[in-house]
């Protein structure tokens, strides 16, 4: 019944969203190509404080205008569900999500960021091979934790998450990292992403209803959606706030309007 109700109210924010024309960013995880669409866009870089609306690709003709149903349009909608949406924030802080951070020993975790994944069928792009800790950096790493919640059947055929099992012990070789103020693109990569044996990924196929905990660290991947099913998710990022160095020159940070907020409520 939750992930019902957080699919209904998705679809209610799709419905009202105001597409502005500068928005309408393609969202990739192809190295260059994120740059390009991620770096130069402002509207990326400051939505860790906002609720902001990313495309697939394809979903727009020349001139900006839908060719695909605007419900089917879109990759995610990031990067502050937690914090201005009632329901994501009653689940994100729910005695279910509280437990398994104590049983953990979380001891001051904080949010860091939201998305609702759609995986949209037949469109929903490949995420390749990454560590979430490329994009949120700490010091010491081992620091940050995604929790994958998935609100429909997340199977083989609509682009299940698969995983390098053990790969979470061997560091991160690439960071996303923001520019000095006044430079384009706005974020650019240090190092690059290995290449990874594809016979060593297993998938992790979950029911409605299930979660995944991602650390940091592993090596994990999803391929397209070619299936008719799309494969929502709604998904977050913890991170052990004591005695941790959240790094300054990650694209995401903390605001006057939202402080990282405490997990334990």
Known sequence: QECDELRQ?????????????????????????????????????????????????????????FIVPKQRSLNKVGHALHAYEPLYEKVTHSPKVQGIAKKLGLVSPVILQSMFIFKQPGIGGEVTPHQDATFLYTE??????????????????????????????????????????????????????????????VAAPVKKGGVILIHGQVVHRSAENTSEESRHVYTF?????????????????PTEDLPFPPLYT
């Open 9 to 65: 109210r998705m679809a209610e924010i799709v419905e009202r969203m105001d597409v502005p024309e500068h928005c309408r960013t393609t969202f990739s995880t192809y190295h260059d190509e994120q740059l390009k669409t991620q770096g130069n866009a402002d509207y990326f870089i400051t939505s860790g404080d906002r609720i902001r609306f990313f495309f697939e690709k394809g979903v727009f003709d020349d001139k900006g205008e």
């Open 140 to 201: 010491p790493l081992g620091r940050v934790m995604g929790v994958w919640i998935a609100l429909e059947d997340a199977t083989i055929n609509n682009g299940c998450l698969w995983f390098i099992p053990g790969s979470h012990n061997s560091g991160i070789t690439r960071r996303m990292v923001r520019t000095p103020k006044g430079t384009f693109p706005l974020t650019d990569f240090i190092g690059r992403e290995q290449t990874y044996d594809d016979e060593k990924f």
């Open 237 to 253: 990022h913890i991170m052990e706030a004591q005695q941790t160095r959240w790094s300054p020159d990650n694209w995401l940070q």
